[in-house]
């Protein structure tokens, strides 16, 4: 990753609760664990060492079990909680050691915070409760009101600006929260458990709501949760929290195919992994059942019942039964009429097709070029991967 791609970076960054951080901290690098300090001296370790990047425009998700850390470590961005030490740096700044003065100006610039909890004022109008972080920063009316009614109507509430919380059901009063944090234009939209107080069909409808945004704004948001469907669902990359360590960090495929340990395994245990892999997480290419065509019949490694010809580019030509040697050669090459498997077919829409075909299915790039085969035993390992 370049460092153009980088916007937010967490160095080595920890966070004690307790009078007497400094005693846990000489603890820690002493070799101590988590639970010793706190059995010792009482003092929690609520952040330990964690070091990530954020890449501008995507959402990156933080979750883990209660108690792995994950609120407080949206808190350490805009500081609300305090670092015990390491660093933070934003678009190249560092922001861990900012005066009260700097550090509130990048809480009312930079990074916008949608809580669990609307924290709608009751006798402010939506408008007014949309505007009232920009007039806090104390920006002028007209102004706030015009910001206000774009936001609002980047989340589906144009219609609504004169109506009142009370008059709104949880999901319309949600998307005011949002969109009070979108009049701010942040750089960075931290969301902690945001959608997590609503009923699973409005909180589906709030996630396909972000994704929008994120898509036509290209925004970068930082989204806490617990909920693996969730993270998977809106998230370009998750990082797993346990204990305060940030265990394991990678997109939704790369945590499904390749969990760092038993603890990011049991997250996605029972989950439904054909929804979120492609075809192409799942192929595999064994030499010995491809062959170049060259005018010479083809030769495959034997034990295997079918080949795969390709041309001088790589394209795939046919499947070839390689048991049938009595048969002319024009007869033993099928042609694969099948529709083409690509890379990035999702794997529920491959499943039908390696059920019906009598041969591992061919997957091709989106150029033709041949790149494995899915067959019955290895798809059926995946989807047991438990």
């Known amino acids: 990753m370049s460092d153009t791609d980088e ?7 920890f966070k ?19 639970n010793e300090i706190f059995s010792k ?4 370790v609520g952040v330990f060492d964690a070091s990530f990047s954020v890449k501008r425009g995507e959402i ?6 209660s108690g792995s850390g994950k609120s407080t470590m949206v808190r350490l961005f805009n500081r609300l909680i305090e670092p015990t030490s390491g660093s933070i740096h934003l678009n190249g700044k560092e922001i861990t050691g900012l005066s009260d003065k700097d550090l509130l100006d990048v809480r009312r610039r930079e990074m916008a ?3 669990q909890s609307f924290a709608l004022m009751p006798h402010m109008s939506v408008l007014e409760n949309t505007a009232f972080g920009l007039e806090i920063s104390g920006v002028a009316e007209k102004e706030r009101h015009a910001r206000a009614s774009e936001a609002l109507r980047q989340v589906g509430l144009g219609a609504h600006e004169h109506s009142y ?10 998307r005011v929260g949002l969109a009070r944090a979108l009049a701010n234009d942040p750089t960075i939209l931290l969301m902690d458990e945001a959608f997590s107080a609503l009923d699973p069909l409005i909180r589906h409808e709030m996630q396909g709501e972000l994704i929008r945004l994120q898509a036509e704004q290209q925004r970068t948001i930082i989204f806490i949760s617990h909920d693996i469907e969730e993270a998977i669902r809106i998230g370009h990359r998750i990082a797993i929290m346990e204990g305060g360590r940030v265990v394991q960090i990678g997109t939704p495929q790369e945590l499904i195919n390749q969990p760092a340990n038993d603890y990011v395994r049991t997250f996605f245990k029972g989950f439904d992994s054909s929804r979120v892999l492609k075809a192409g997480d799942v192929a595999r290419l064994d030499p010995g059942i491809v062959c170049k065509l060259n005018g010479k019949a083809p030769q495959f490694k034997t034990g295997n019942d079918y080949g795969y010809l390709i041309d001088e580019h790589g394209h795939l030509l046919g499947v070839v039964d390689t048991d049938a040697s009595g048969v002319p050669a024009p007869e033993r090459y099928r042609l694969h009429e099948q529709q083409p498997v690509y890379t990035d077919t999702p794997l529920h829409e491959v499943l039908g097709i390696v059920a019906r075909l009598p041969y591992p299915v061919p997957v091709l790039d989106r150029g033709g070029a041949f790149k494995g085969t899915i067959s019955k035993t290895l798809l059926l390992q995946t989807l047991s991967r438990d």
């Open 41 to 44: 001296t009482g003092h929690v």
């Open 113 to 115: 915070m949608v809580f």
């Open 165 to 174: 919380p009370h008059q709104l059901s949880g999901g319309m009063q949600q």
């Open 16 to 34: 004690v609760f307790g009078p007497n951080p400094d005693m846990a901290m000489q603890m820690l690098r002493n070799g101590a664990d988590k």
């Open 60 to 65: 990156f998700v933080i979750m883990g079990l």
């Open 7 to 13: 916007i937010l970076a967490v160095k080595n960054i």
